[in-house]
T-cell receptor, first 115, second 110 residues
């Protein structure tokens, strides 16, 4: 079974631009979560989608948005990029929302650098 | 709010040494607890989990016991290998998201 696939692996953008990251979950998984990982803040929850609906959202500004398609693939978008948005963005999928009985399976991440 | 605190790294050990990485949590109620591992250049992988007090999670020689009385979930391994070098994250679930520790980098020298 293929794992969670994130594209692209690396991305370099300049301040003010916008970026779209893509995530394909494990086949059969309907829940997709996004996390931002930085050396200073660690792992922070961005949002979770299940069956094309955003179920939960972390404490990030409105510049960060996402969506999920009918095939469970998800995209996240960051508009008006800032230097502080440089991070590793991780996508995780699970069969069901919540972690207790449906652990997260992570992709290898997209490394975004904003210059 | 809920939080997870784990020991700062890096932790440097020799091969075959005993490993302990401490993790404590604060939470309302009884969260599930997790250890995830991140190898260089990769995403996180679930290492083990425990869903209620006194549960012991185990995988690949690693163990952790859910201790409600001390609100802890320390990770242990009896004999580490060079291939265990990675960053280890402790996490607890809180409603709809995981609350993560800062991560502990483990370096195993041959």
């Amino acid at each position: 079974k293929a794992g969670v696939t994130q594209t692209p692996r690396y991305l370099i953008k300049t301040r003010g631009q916008q970026v779209t990251l893509s995530c394909s979950p494990i086949s059969g998984h309907r829940s997709v979560s996004w996390y931002q990982q930085t050396p200073g803040q660690g792992l922070q929850f961005l949002f979770e989608y299940f069956s094309e609906t955003q179920r939960n959202k972390g404490n990030f500004p409105g510049r960060f948005s996402g969506r999920q398609f009918s095939n469970s693939r998800s995209e996240m978008n960051v508009s008006t990029l800032e230097l502080g948005d440089s991070a590793l963005y991780l996508c995780a999928s699970s069969q069901l929302p919540g972690q207790k009985n449906s652990p997260l399976h992570f992709g290898n991440g997209t490394r975004l650098t904003v210059t | 709010g809920n939080s997870v605190t784990q020991m700062e790294g890096p932790v440097t050990l020799s091969e075959e040494a005993f490993l302990t990485i401490n993790c404590t949590y604060t939470a309302t109620g009884y969260p599930s607890l997790f250890w995830y591992v991140q190898y260089p250049g990769e995403g996180l992988q679930l290492l083990l989990k425990a869903t209620k007090a006194d549960d012991k999670g185990s995988n690949k020689g690693f163990e952790a016991t859910y201790r409600k009385e001390t609100t802890s979930f320390h990770l242990e391994k009896g004999s580490v290998q060079v291939s265990d070098s990675a960053v280890y994250f402790c996490a607890s679930d809180s409603n709809y998201q995981l609350i993560w520790g800062a991560g502990t980098k483990l370096i195993i020298k041959p």
